[in-house]
């Protein structure tokens, strides 16, 4: 990192130092912030809901999302669906029992009280991770005793596979935002192509049997069968697939 290096309004990333947090049943705040969210959901969030949910992707864009303008003036945001009551609490509340995907909540419920930016910029070498700590008024959570690296906290909170596929998910988002639709404009053709391949990952799957995707592009007979297998392998060669398509003269 270049000593000049400025984070967001003056933020200090985490050092050794640690940080002091819990959130369980016994707080007095539980499950206050599952509530009032505008919660971006990732690709890779939607995948393993739609997988936790056992319903397709399709279904579960339909039941639990809408589609906003987000940062990328040039690629919509995907948000989880607040219910319509007093309270606009996650669908995926049980006021008693606190969230009913756990092992599977998005990545920004799992990241939290943390948030996590990456310097990816070359003259840095390889991309570097930095985490700030977050504090909502309302959460007591940081008023608890047990202390945590930042280590900890991603191993407890089984954050590597969704940073991994974030960084990726980044790459693909930076693409998007330097507007490759040939002059198509929102909603044109490579962009809806786009839109089904990052979030509707099952729609995909029939979109690369009828297109006879793998075999077109090359792949040996061990990733096919690893793509076919599995909606990660799927979403990663979507991700490959697409930057080829939207990058190639
Ligand atoms: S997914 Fe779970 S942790 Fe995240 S807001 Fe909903 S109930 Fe809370
Ligand atoms: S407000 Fe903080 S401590 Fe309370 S439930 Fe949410 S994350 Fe946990």
Known sequence: MSSEKKFPQGMKPLGPEGFRFSCNPQVPCFTRCCRKLELVLYPYDILRLKQRLRITSEEFLERYTGVVEGQNPFFPSVVLRMLPNAEYTCPFLDPAAGCT???????????????????????????????????????????????????????????????????????????????????????????????????????????VRDHDLLRRAGLDKARRRAIALDDEALLAFGFDWLQNLLTSR
């Open 101 to 207: 995907v756990y092992s599977d909540r998005p990545s920004a419920c799992r990241t939290y009280p943390l948030e996590r930016a990456v310097d990816r910029r070359p003259e840095a070498g390889r991309a570097k991770e930095f985490y700030f700590l977050v504090r909502h008024d309302y959460c007591l959570g940081h008023d608890q005793d047990r202390q945590w690296s930042v280590k900890e906290w991603l191993a407890d909170q089984r954050l590597l596979p969704y940073n991994a596929m974030a960084d990726r998910w980044a790459e693909m988002d930076t693409l998007f935002a330097s507007n490759p639709w040939r002059g198509e404009g929102a909603a044109g053709p490579r962009q809806l192509l786009a839109f089904m391949i990052c979030y509707n990952v099952d729609r995909f799957r029939d979109y």
